[in-house]
């Protein structure tokens, strides 16, 4: 199994030696829909619980979305290279227009950085392709504890 895999694995939850049970991305529905380097897409499908009380996906809903998204673009690892993950240092967003039912896609693209630092755009549309949310990120690259990369080495 390749690591773009088990990091999948990983974003549905599926990844029991990673979380035993649902983690965050898993219980707000999201799925990668493409991931490559400096590029990630992810889909969620709209459910009533994502919604504020107006109706509408809620604003946490839609900066989880631009967090995660983002994050993922700027940390593909190609193949044979150790995996590696990044923590949110700012995340500038801005709610374009609502959404209230459907799919929402998000895609972000990392634009550049350092040894230890990326920087991300970040879009979310919904189904007939509007704009709903925009986000700039910076990100700080995370190692990944030894015994962890240690696990997803044994899973390739």
């Known amino acids: 199994m390749a690591v773009r895999e088990i990091v999948l694995k990983h974003l549905s939850g599926a990844a029991d030696w990673i979380a035993p049970v649902q983690n965050f991305s898993s219980l707000v529905g999201m799925s990668m829909e493409e991931w ?10 709209i459910r ?13 809903v839609l900066l989880t979305l631009l967090d995660t998204v983002s ?9 044979g ?8 240092v700012a995340l500038n967003t801005k709610f374009i227009s609502p959404a ?39 990100f700080r690259y995370r190692r990944l504890p030894p015994e962890l990369v240690e696990m997803i080495k044994t899973q390739l």
């Open 36 to 45: 490559r380097k400096d590029f990630a897409r992810i889909r969620l499908d």
């Open 48 to 60: 009533p619980e994502h919604a504020n009380g107006f109706g509408y996906v809620h604003g946490g």
């Open 71 to 79: 994050g993922f673009s700027g940390i593909h690892a190609e193949e």
């Open 81 to 88: 290279a150790d995996p590696v993950g990044c923590f949110t």
């Open 100 to 138: 209230h039912s459907g799919t929402l896609i998000a895609q972000s693209h990392a634009q550049g950085g350092g040894k230890s630092i990326f920087f991300t755009y970040a879009e979310i549309r919904d189904e007939a392709g509007k704009l709903v949310a925009t986000g700039d990120g910076t």
